[in-house]
């Protein structure tokens, strides 16, 4: 291999092939370069995830119930995606959504999931799985804890701030038979409050 660093240009060669480059080629390719190394963690760091187990012991005061269920969200420019799969519920699911309250302690309804804010009906199973999205339109308070109906800043607040838990309630459990406390990244699913 030859490099030449006397003249405008470089030359790299070997029997096979021979490679010609410009400086001003080579420092536009490692600025490209450079950027692309910057940009993707910028565009990573934009994306949040947040997750929960939910159990009846996890209420306020505790519930004996055979229902869990895991809560994911994701929270990207533009969307907020969330999944809830829920299994064993004592009977059929009527609403779900996050409240505004640290763990163990009960706090007013935030953001539905489903079966109500402008969210569709909750399945009528015991188990199951429920995807959607969350705007503004489905953040309903609670107003006596300073977080008004389409506040959706405030109430995406509590979530980072580890002050949400989501919270799913039957007919047998009208207060709620299962919760879990969101918290920040994915897998929070596999352990308690």
Not at 32 to 54: G, K, W, Y
Request: aromatic share 6%; glycine share 12%; proline share 5%.
């Amino acid at each position: 291999m030859v490099i030449d660093t006397t003249k405008a240009a470089f030359v790299v060669s070997n029997d096979k092939n021979i490679i010609m480059k410009t400086k001003a080629d080579l420092f536009f390719a490692l600025g490209a370069m450079m950027a692309n190394l910057i940009a993707a963690p910028m565009v990573n760091s934009q994306t949040e995830r947040f997750s929960a187990s939910l159990s009846g012991a996890n209420e306020v005061p505790p519930i004996n119930s055979a229902g869990t269920a895991n809560f994911e969200m994701t929270i990207q420019p533009g969307a907020i995606n969330f999944s809830l799969t829920f299994a064993d519920l004592s009977s059929p699911l009527s609403v779900a959504h996050l409240h505004f309250a640290p763990s163990k302690v009960a706090g007013g309804v935030m953001i539905f999931l489903c079966g109500g804010g402008n969210q569709p009906a909750c399945p009528a199973a015991t188990s199951g799985t429920i995807t959607g999205t969350i705007t503004a339109a489905n953040v309903t308070g609670p107003g006596n804890q300073g977080i008004t109906a389409g506040d959706l800043d405030s109430a995406l607040e509590a979530v980072r701030e580890d002050l949400s838990y989501a919270n799913m309630h039957t007919a047998n459990f009208g207060g709620g038979e299962i919760r879990g406390q969101v918290r920040r990244g994915s897998g929070h699913g596999r352990g308690g409050e």
